[in-house]
């Protein structure tokens, strides 16, 4: 009898071994699958796109995402230097002031 307690002890330990290595796949896989595909759908783009996306790799194989520029070079635009609006004041600003 201690004979047959102790292999179902195993059995049973074993069992819990594989559902706790299961559920841990799960998570590790389905979470970023989920996200994954999350984004194609707000996106519009292929899980494919999405996950280059993700590494920041584009079409030419590259590590510049679009949009970004290194050193843009051209004639200095002045119409988007920071200029203050309203009126000045010293003491802290009313929400009238807004």
Same mark, same amino acid.
């Given at each position: 009898?201690?004979?047959?307690?102790?292999?179902?002890?195993?059995?049973?330990?074993?069992?819990?071994?594989?559902?706790?290595?299961?559920?841990?796949?799960?998570?590790?896989?389905?979470?970023?699958?989920?996200?994954?595909?999350?984004?194609?759908?707000?996106?519009?783009?292929?899980?494919?796109?999405?996950?280059?996306?993700?590494?920041?790799?584009?079409?030419?194989?590259? *590590?510049?995402? *679009?949009?970004?520029?290194?050193?843009? *070079?051209?004639? *200095?635009?002045?119409?988007?230097?920071?200029?203050?609006?309203?009126?000045?004041?010293?003491?802290?600003?009313?929400?009238?002031?807004?």
């Amino acid at each position: 009898m201690t004979k047959e307690n102790s292999t179902y002890k195993k059995q049973r330990r074993r069992y819990k071994n594989i559902i706790t290595i299961v559920a841990i796949l799960i998570v590790i896989i389905g979470i970023p699958v989920l996200f994954i595909n999350y984004q194609a759908n707000r996106s519009g783009l292929s899980r494919g796109d999405v996950i280059r996306r993700i590494l920041g790799k584009t079409e030419s194989g590259s *590590e510049k995402v *679009e949009g970004q520029q290194e050193n843009a *070079e051209g004639e *200095e635009i002045d119409f988007l230097d920071p200029v203050p609006i309203g009126q000045e004041f010293t003491s802290p600003p009313l929400i009238a002031h807004v």
